[in-house]
């Protein structure tokens, strides 16, 4: 069955400095997509990033990358120059399976970042 | 452009009473809709999915049911809520099931007391 696994309940990161959220994902599928949503604290689902099973390049929207290793099955967040509007969950997502948008998500990572 | 509109944004309800979440899409036609539940602290569980009107698929048996009267709306109900029920409650939308996200509303606090 597909999971995915978020390790870091929470995490420090000082103001313009970088941070890694882990994110590691177990499926059988060999075509699925991964995808990454911030959730401040007033709730709302901010969709981030998306990476495709089948995309040779790591993704990257801006500050965010994605740092895809399809062997290791991890997709790992990437925030440059954190800003203190950076501060909320963060969940990995998968797709499973391919003609369908039905996602599972992780249990999430709380980041928080401080001046 | 695309916007998803769920309504209300808190509710507190007694144990034993019905419920009533509704979600509005606008500025699309045929989306696939979804509800799902936020327990505090936790990662989003997936209740229900339509991909089209009248069609509805649960993922987890419970006492919610799911209904796509229109196109582009779609409502979660209860008869009888249970104390299990608080949660933070989010509908999301999508048109293209390949590889686009799914985009959600700004969800429901429930607090069944």
């Known amino acids: 069955a597909q999971k995915i696994t978020q390790t870091q309940p929470g995490m420090f990161v000082q103001e313009k400095e970088a941070v890694t959220l882990d994110c590691t994902y177990d499926?059988?599928?060999?075509?699925?997509?991964l995808f990454w949503y911030k959730q401040p604290s007033s709730g709302e689902m901010i969709f981030l990033i998306y990476?495709?099973?089948?995309?040779?390049q790591n993704a990257t929207e801006g500050r965010y990358s994605l740092n895809f290793q399809k062997a290791r099955k991890s997709a790992n967040l990437v925030i440059s120059a954190s800003q203190l509007g950076d501060s909320a969950m963060y969940f990995c997502?998968?797709?499973?399976?391919?003609?369908?948008?039905?996602?599972?998500f992780g249990t999430g990572t709380r980041l928080q970042v401080f001046p | 452009s695309q916007t998803i509109h769920q309504w209300p944004a808190t509710l507190v309800q007694p144990v034993g009473s019905p419920l009533s979440l509704e979600c509005t899409v606008e500025?699309?036609?045929?989306?696939?809709l979804y509800w799902y539940r936020q327990a505090a602290g936790r990662g989003l569980q997936l209740l229900f999915y339509?991909?089209?009107?009248?069609?509805i698929s649960s993922e987890v048996p419970q006492n919610l049911s799911a209904s796509r009267p229109q196109d582009r709306q779609f409502i979660l109900s209860s008869k009888k809520l249970l104390l299990s029920d608080s949660g933070f409650y989010l509908c999301?939308?999508?048109?293209?099931?390949?590889?686009?996200?799914?985009?959600f509303g700004n969800g429901t606090r429930l607090t069944v007391t």
């Open positions: 999301a939308w999508s048109y293209d099931p390949s590889n686009s996200p799914l985009h």
């Open positions: 499926t059988s599928d060999q075509s699925y997509g």
């Open positions: 990476q495709g099973s089948y995309d040779e």
């Open positions: 997502a998968m797709r499973e399976g391919y003609n369908t948008d039905k996602l599972i």
């Open positions: 500025g699309t036609s045929n989306p696939n």
């Open positions: 339509s991909v089209g009107i009248g069609q």
